[in-house]
């Protein structure tokens, strides 16, 4: 599975756009891009995930980059409650098991 | 709808005891795992079950055995408990068969392990 890179940390005002980038340049063409966010004490929330196109669901959008070689995780409205470690994860989905490998995640913080 | 549901939610234990966790699904998914969480390492799959009656090991295996006796519980023992494997342990639940291969796994809220 292709390697990520995310930003540590990231701040965002409440109400505002959370625009979270996550670079995957070696990524395989039959490898999804999937979102998790895990809020303090609990287990791994599942967000999102896409392929080539963009993707939009009730809690955020998903922004491939043409190439492929990096995507924008947005949360549109951003709110207290979406202070979580956010992970973007890579993998190819065609395996015997879906295996997911977590990395360090970007740690968002959403204040007043 | 519960989705994936793990007990007990907490529990201490000594040094060679042992104990099963017991996570449910109610989305009659195909495929279970059990993960371990620790500080600074991210998520480690333990094992994993692709259907009922069968098991595999994951990354980090040693110590933990399970067992997939229907299709919507996945259990994970320690047999002798290890101070290493204080962990925080989650189970997650996909449907993974065919073209839809690429659907998300759901997770539990976690099961917090201590072995003094």
């Known amino acids: 599975d292709a390697k990520t890179t995310q930003p540590t940390s990231m701040d965002c005002a409440e109400g505002r756009a959370a625009n979270l980038p996550c670079n995957h340049s070696t990524i395989s063409g039959n490898e999804y891009v999937y979102w998790y966010r895990q809020i303090h004490s609990q287990g791994p929330q599942y967000i999102i995930h896409?392929?080539?196109n963009n993707e939009t669901n009730e809690m955020a959008s998903l922004i491939i980059t043409e190439d492929r070689k990096s995507s924008t995780l947005i949360l549109p409205h951003a709110t207290l409650r979406d202070t979580a470690v956010y992970y973007c994860i890579v993998r190819v989905a065609v395996t015997s098991y879906g295996k997911l490998t977590f990395g360090q995640g970007t740690i968002l913080t959403v204040h007043p | 709808n519960a989705g994936v549901t793990q007990t007990p939610k907490f529990r201490v234990l000594k040094t060679g005891q042992s104990m099963t966790l017991l996570c449910a699904q109610d989305?009659?998914?195909?495929?279970m795992y059990w993960y371990r969480q620790d500080p600074g390492m991210g998520l480690r799959l333990i094992h994993y079950s692709v259907g009922e009656g069968t098991t595999a090991k994951g990354e980090v295996p040693d110590g933990y055995n399970v067992s997939r006796l229907k299709k919507q519980n996945f259990l994970l023992g320690l047999e002798s408990a290890a101070p290493s494997q204080t962990s925080v342990y989650f189970c997650a639940s996909s449907y993974e068969a065919g073209d839809h291969s690429n659907q998300p796994q759901h997770f539990g809220d976690g099961t917090r392990l201590s072995i003094l």
């Open positions: 896409g392929l080539k």
């Open positions: 989305m009659n998914h195909e495929y």
